[in-house]
């Protein structure tokens, strides 16, 4: 059985720094495209970061140049650091996976639509004041 378990979140005042982990078991985690979403009260789901199984990676226009994600195969986890933190990055946070060595992607498009992930955590918490 597929479990992501995201940690990391937390309070931060504008301008701050955190970074999430997602610990990844039950299936062959290098092989997978992993990925960061992320979900604010009262807004839908949208994706922040992708890393696919060679590493490339590809980000939302909004945290370019301030997020960073990597992965670890050796201990199946995903990392987002995130700096130069703003209140409109608030929002539940959520490690994905899909079952694909590329992240797949709609044309036209930089990250996977959240429907297309096949693999969700539970999320963790990021709140910034300003």
């Known amino acids: 059985q597929v479990q992501l378990v995201e940690t990391g979140g937390g309070s931060v005042q504008a301008g701050g720094s955190l970074t999430l982990s997602c610990v990844a078991s039950?299936?062959?985690?290098?092989?997978?495209?992993m990925g960061w979403f992320r979900q604010a009260p009262g807004k839908g789901r949208e994706g922040v970061a992708t890393?696919?199984?060679?590493?490339?990676?590809r980000y939302g226009d909004s945290v370019k140049g301030r997020f960073t994600i990597s992965r670890d195969d050796a201990t199946n986890t995903l990392y987002l650091r995130m700096n130069s933190l703003k209140p409109e990055d608030s929002a539940m946070y959520y490690c994905a996976a899909q079952e694909a060595t590329g992240c797949l992607v709609v044309a036209g498009t930089t990250l996977p639509d959240p429907a297309a992930m096949d693999y969700w955590g539970k999320g963790t918490l990021a709140t910034i004041s300003s």
């Open positions: 039950g299936y062959t985690y290098p092989t997978y495209c």
């Open positions: 890393v696919d199984s060679a590493g490339y990676t």
